[in-house]
Structures are given as C-alpha cells and as structure tokens.
C-alpha cells in the first residue's frame, strides 16, 4: 500500500460504474507524480477499455478529489498501453467484488488459445452450477450469470 497523500487522495476515487471498488483497486490508476516547487499534481490512468464511458467521471472526479486534498492543478493522462487487464485488479478489489454479488474475473492468461468459460462460481453460494444468460450485463464489461443452486443471477466481470 502507498503511503504519499497525493497518491492515497486519487485512489481514493471510486469507479462510477462498480462502485465498490476504487480506482486504485481496479488497476485503473497508474502513476501519481507531483512536480516540485508548483505543486503540479499529473495523474496517469489506463482505461479498462477503449471506449469505457466512465472515464471522462473518473477525470473529473481524480481533479475535484485532488483539488480538495489542496491540489487544484492536475492533469489527468490517459494511457492505452499496456492494454489495461483484469489481471490488474488488486486481491482486495476481488474480495469486493465478491461480497456484492459480483463473481469477479479468473486470470485474463497470455497469448495463445482463448480459454473456454464453461462456468462461473456463484458469488452468493459458491456453487458452480451456473449458467450463462446473457454475454452482456447491467455494463459492457460484465456478463449476466444465473446460478442453478440458489436461483439468484449475478453479474461475473468478464476477464480482459
């Protein structure tokens, strides 16, 4: 865990889409330099996808949370490569995901074969007699599972 205030004030921003998690814990944020002697605060951040409509909140919402923190002059850069992964989610930002119904997403892997994803553990009851009811969800990132134990759907953020 970082400890410099500057860093902890924007990691604190929490994703507008899975408000659970942070945008730290979503691997979302990358770098946090201040220039010395101005104050200068640049924020480096990777979108979770090209076209993610929640960045232009996230922006905004990484300038008023440093602004309040005593730093009104950031800039906020967008980075697309390294390609943002859901290997990037934290352990911490899993277990949420988990705790709210959420089945988060199993490694993302490497090059090669496309993994099969034949089942979802259940978030609720920890069963994997799941199915699939739709590929998209309540956002573009995630899919809509159903589990045959408990009967109750959830979301399964899909790995990147």
């Known amino acids: 865990m970082r400890t410099d205030p500057t860093w ?4 604190s921003v929490v ?4 408000r659970v998690l942070t945008i730290e814990e979503l691997g979302v944020l990358r ?5 010395p002697g101005s104050g200068r605060v640049t924020v480096t951040i990777t979108p979770t996808y090209t076209g993610c409509p929640a960045m ?10 440093l602004a ?10 967008t980075v697309y490569a390294p390609a943002w992964s859901t290997d990037w989610i934290s352990e911490t930002g899993r277990a949420k995901l988990a705790a709210t119904g959420i089945a988060p997403p199993g490694p993302a892997g490497s090059a090669g074969p496309v993994p ?3 089942t979802i553990r259940c978030p609720r009851c920890g069963a994997v007699d799941t199915e699939q009811v739709s590929r ?7 899919s809509l599972w159903r589990c045959r134990a408990c009967r109750e759907p959830f979301d ?4 990147f």
Do not use: M
């Open 68 to 77: 309040a923190a005593g730093h009104p002059e950031v800039e906020v850069v």
């Open 31 to 35: 770098e946090v330099a201040t220039e």
């Open 15 to 18: 994703d507008p889409e899975l």
């Open 56 to 65: 232009d909140v996230i922006r905004a919402d990484i300038r008023a949370t």
């Open 136 to 142: 998209f969800g309540s956002t573009a990132c995630k």
């Open 8 to 11: 902890r004030a924007a990691a």
């Open 156 to 159: 399964h953020l899909r790995a």
């Open 116 to 118: 099969l994803t034949l």
